[in-house]
């Protein structure tokens, strides 16, 4: 097939060709009307693709290790992004986009896909320097403007060559007077090391505490874990008097490639207390290279005006699940060699809109689906993930709220491999992993549905959250 005889077909039998699910045109894929350029060339087709989907982290100072920005750096890995993109491992987007969709999908296009891969194949030309376009300009520190106030958390230290570490680490802050905060955001020092932070807010009522800065700093969970609350104890995250303040969970949270999530005014934002702890629970560093390496992260606080009046709130199904009635099951114990599928629900006694959900599993993780059943039986789609990727853990906003009515059950299922087949198997040969009292040991597993909500109001459902 030529070309041209594409461009003469009549639109509804090019359409018609490909419902029947096969192209037959193998230089178009279906539903991209638009043809593949005889010559592919960086400056005129790659790096718009490059620029808009993979620069974000593949550039001077981003997530990923290796830039993708010049003509020298994109051609020297023209095979490797053609392969990853077309085994759409990269742009890194887990969620299944025919299930459902969300607010900042990271997908390339069956024809950006193509293009990258006839650039690799016919040797990456580079193409006429008048036609490369501009290199957005990345944001340093805030995708979200200038913040109200910036605490540091404190630097670590990693060696050369250093394996994964998970840190309970305390910054405490102090403020002249309770106030509101529309967003509080992690921005990572060296975004290369830091893996994903989960930040928790402890508020302190004003005379139960005296200084929130006295106690430790930071502690290796990987030798704590078993000893939770001595940790606690030596962060000092206890009241003068002994007793516990109040957690507020995932106030701060980080992921590779992840920013801020904003919501629409007055939905979402925190109260924050005079005396207060951001305590990430779980930052996790990621391994390093041949550079010994100082990480300096710290948190961003933009205030708000008036006070959020819709606070979002959350509740979680599995592992330490919110109500201790949506329990994993069966229970996660996940013998050697085998493939365990679990699932956990809950039934809201409430309508709710849905913000945002998160999926939670660890390096056993092969597969995570989470829908509700309506009362009426009709299915409300949430998620499908049908590769797992540790590495890969967003908090997955929807473009719109989406309204969950009273008496709906949410369920979520995942699918763990122990066997030695899923690479990422921590242990050759495979052992015996199970849930340990809420471990976040990679080595250790989870199975966990992380919901942030709003009770509903008339109208949720079209409300658009795709705010910058
Ligand atoms: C959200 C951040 C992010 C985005 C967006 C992203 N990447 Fe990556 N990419 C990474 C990270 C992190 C790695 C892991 C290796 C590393 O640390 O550099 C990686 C790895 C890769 C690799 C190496 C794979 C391997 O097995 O060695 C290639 C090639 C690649 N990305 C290409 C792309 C291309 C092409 C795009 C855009 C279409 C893209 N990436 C988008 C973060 C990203």
Known sequence: MTKHSTKIWPRTRYVALCLAGVSVLSYVSCGDHESIPATVTFTEHVAPILYGNCSICHRPGGTAHFSLVTYEDARKSAGASAYVTKERIMPPWPADPHYTTFK????????????????????????????????????????????????????????????????????????????????????????????????????????????????????????????????????????????????????????????????????????????GIFLLNDMHYGFTNKDDITDSSYINIFFSKTQPDRPLQEFQLGTLSSFGNAPVLPDLIIQPNTVKPVHSQYTVPEDISVLTINPHMHLLGKSFKAYALKPNGDTIRLISIPRWDFNWQYFYTFKKMVKIPMGSTIVAEGVYDNTKQNLNNPFSPPRLVRDNSGSMKSTDEMFQFIVSYLPYREGDENISLDVK
């Open 104 to 275: 900042g999908e990271r997908i390339l296009s069956e024809r950006d896909i193509q293009i990258l891969g006839k650039w690799a194949e016919e040797g990456a030309p580079q193409g006429p320097a008048d036609k490369m376009p501009v290199l957005p300009k990345y944001p340093d520190g805030s995708e979200n403007g200038t913040p109200d106030m910036r605490i540091s958390v404190p630097p670590y230290f990693l060696k050369a060559n250093s394996s994964d570490r998970f840190l309970l680490v305390k910054v405490p802050f102090e403020l002249p007077r309770d106030t509101f905060a529309s967003l509080v955001e992690f921005v990572p020092g060296k975004s290369n090391v830091v893996h994903h932070v989960n930040g928790d807010l402890v508020s302190y009522e004003f005379d139960k505490k005296k200084d929130v800065f006295a106690g430790e700093r930071a502690l290796d969970m990987q030798a704590d874990t078993a000893k939770l609350l001595a940790a606690f104890q030596r962060l000092g995250l206890p009241n003068d008097d002994g007793t516990y303040p109040v957690l507020q969970k995932s106030v701060v949270n980080y992921l590779p490639g992840a920013v801020g999530q904003k919501y629409p005014d007055g939905i979402g934002g925190y109260k924050l207390p005079r005396k």
